[in-house]
């Protein structure tokens, strides 16, 4: 059988032989050393490492790219609100377009083959990071897939209205019913928003995601909603279909405190989604001393066998100063600032960004470098997998459902060959071609 694609020499393991990975209609069908099949295309990766697309889980789009048009002064989280608040009332779609791009093409460049986007639906900016995203789905399809979340970021009851907002959204096409479940006014509204979040799901059977317990304290119930939402999920027959993020607050609890929490979280199989560019910069903003790191207990809730993931949440606004949409970027701040540091910390880190971010988004079944999946590899330009969190390389090819889709080539006048990337001359091309 002819095949469309053959990666030729590729580091998949560390400790086994360089493998050629046969593609044919988008799917991987040969893993093989020494592969005897011939194809259209062939790519000598010589050794390069190869992963399995990045996936980023939870991006704001439509407030990307914000950080210019009203610069903060004091970098608080008050003033965050304040700015953002502004700027979200007068999105325009021609801006938000333009702005999405240049996430989804950094995302692109970077190796991210699939993202789930949580555009807000709410009275401030109405549907149009929806609308924006149903035209981006399609625009890029061939680059990244892209899920939409309907994101009641202003709360439901404390903003009547959402709800039929969140239903438009969904028959515009949104994927998935989001949650915001620590924006309202009471723990009884919050347990109702919950249900309702649950409710529209159901009525739809589709997926929730939602932002939860984000602050740095759980005292406040509003801001405790992760064993409620557990045992919603368990109760809806909505086991495996739950991802939560932020959930910073858990980070304040107690070791005896949280032991039942993760044991419940691994009954419902709920996917845990760190934010840490966002965290670790709003987060123990008011502690005088020992500021606290204001992460979600990814440890904890990994080694209590927990679905976690990681993703960039925002770039470049007055929440989230930063940002580049580089999953390695954001799996390094990750590593640094919850210690892992060792080669299995370093492994664990980096399935985060690819095999558990997959899961968190609902496309594990058909994901990763195995005969029968579709065919999403990055070649990295490093010779190990162990080094690709260290070197944070150049994505010499980037394959999304079999075709090439991103070509980095760096020509080093000493060595010759593409080798470390950093301090020569580069290109990088993708192959998107903007219709606008
Ligand atoms: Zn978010």
């Not at 991802?243 to 980070?251: A, E, K, P, R």
């Not at 994901?367 to 990295?380: E, F």
Request: proline letters at 4%.
């Amino acid at each position: 059988m002819e095949m469309d694609l053959i990666v030729r020499h590729a580091r998949i393991r560390d400790d086994a032989p360089l493998m050629d990975i046969g593609i044919k209609d988008g799917r991987i069908v040969a893993i093989e050393e020494g592969f005897d099949g011939s194809a259209t295309q062939e790519i000598d990766a010589a050794g390069r490492a190869v992963i399995p697309g990045l996936v980023e889980p939870h991006m704001h789009l439509e407030k990307a790219f914000l950080h210019r048009r009203m610069p903060p002064i004091q970098g608080t989280l008050d003033e965050a609100i304040r700015i953002t608040g502004i700027l979200k009332g007068k999105q325009e779609r021609d801006d938000v377009l333009a702005r999405s791009r240049q996430v989804l093409d950094m995302a692109v460049r970077n190796g991210t083959v699939a993202m789930r986007a949580h555009p807000d639906v709410d009275l401030i900016q109405g549907l149009i990071g929806v609308e924006t995203l149903c035209e981006l789905q399609d625009e890029y399809r061939e680059l990244i897939d892209i899920q939409i979340v309907a994101f009641p970021q202003e709360g439901i009851l404390k903003s009547p209205g959402t709800t039929e907002l969140m239903e438009q959204a969904i028959g515009m096409g949104a994927d998935v019913v989001g949650g915001c479940p620590y924006n309202e006014l009471s723990w009884d509204d919050t347990k109702r928003h919950i249900d309702i979040v649950f409710e529209i799901a159901q009525k739809h059977d589709l997926p929730v995601d939602m932002h939860a317990d984000f602050s740095d304290e759980c005292t406040d119930q509003r801001f405790a909603a992760t064993a409620y939402i557990a045992q919603k999920t368990i109760d809806t027959g909505y086991v495996g279909r739950v991802s939560l993020g932020h959930v910073t607050s858990l980070g304040s609890l107690e070791p005896e405190q949280l032991e039942p929490i993760i044991a419940l979280l691994q009954q419902a199989d709920i996917s845990m989604v760190t934010l840490p560019a966002t965290d670790l910069y709003l987060g123990g903003r008011n502690d005088t001393k020992n500021r606290r790191r204001g992460l979600t207990p990814v440890r904890a809730l990994h080694e209590g066998g927990v679905n976690v993931a990681y993703s960039s949440n925002n770039i470049r606004n007055a929440f989230t100063p930063f940002g580049k949409a580089d999953m390695l970027v954001i799996g390094s701040m990750l590593a640094h600032a919850i210690s892992y540091g060792t080669p299995a910390h370093q492994a664990a880190i980096l399935e985060m960004g690819t095999v558990n971010a997959a899961r968190s988004i609902g496309i594990g079944r058909d994901y990763g470098i195995a005969v029968g999946k579709q065919a999403d590899l990055v070649v990295l330009d490093t010779y190990a997998v162990a080094d690709v969190l260290l070197d944070m390389p150049p994505r010499s090819w980037v394959i999304k459902r079999g075709k090439v889709t991103v070509t980095t080539h760096y020509h080093c006048e000493i060595h010759g060959r593409g080798c470390c990337g950093h301090d020569h001359e580069g290109t990088q091309h993708h192959t998107h071609k903007k219709t606008a």
